[in-house]
């Protein structure tokens, strides 16, 4: 076995950073803006760097490059990039309203937003479930329902002391 070719760089280290730059900007904006959030799902930047990071890996170790050095150059980008934009997005608010989606407000005062299951593709069964999880039965006992940037859905329970707004007055359909 010759094992300088373990080392031995046979693409240039920063056509392998390129190309990593590359392709995590574009998963990551493919994830970020084309992909759902699915309710109780990981955030986006962590599953794009687990997939990333697993494939240039498992290239580097069977072979699909020339070398090992050219797998710990690209898993080295890729990491570096991820953490690039957790440390922007703790010091830049424009940075992380960027790569985190804001919450989307699912029910409102007791009233299911429709419009915004439609667009994050959230059923009614999965909304029901996870209100049961958190131990709701009917609609009246919710405040709040979001949809975090994360996937996770956060309940605010009405207080029992709470009057119904003008909005609950209304009657349906109007």
């Known amino acids: 076995m010759d094992w300088s070719a373990l080392i031995e760089l046979n693409v240039s280290p920063w056509e392998l950073v390129?190309?990593?730059?590359?392709?995590?900007?574009?998963?990551?904006?493919?994830?970020?803006?084309?992909?759902?959030?699915?309710?109780?799902?990981?955030?986006?930047?962590?599953?794009?760097?687990?997939?990333?990071?697993a494939d240039a890996s498992q290239n580097a170790m069977t072979g699909g490059y020339t070398s090992v050095a050219e797998g710990i150059i690209l898993v080295s980008t890729l990491v570096g990039w991820n953490y690039a934009l957790d440390w922007l997005s703790f010091r830049s608010r424009a940075i992380e309203r960027f790569v985190e989606p804001p919450p989307l407000k699912l029910i409102s005062r007791g009233r299911i937003n429709r419009k915004h299951l439609r667009a994050e593709m959230v059923t009614m069964a999965e909304l029901w479930s996870h209100l049961r999880e958190a131990g709701i039965e009917s609609l009246q006992e919710v405040k709040s329902a979001c949809l975090e940037s994360d996937g996770k859905l956060s309940v605010i329970r009405t207080k029992a002391g709470d009057p119904p707004s003008l909005e609950d007055k209304k009657p349906p359909g109007r």
């Open 18 to 53: 390129l190309r990593g730059s590359l392709m995590y900007w574009f998963l990551f904006l493919v994830f970020r803006f084309l992909l759902r959030r699915d309710v109780g799902s990981i955030g986006v930047a962590d599953v794009l760097l687990v997939v990333l990071v």
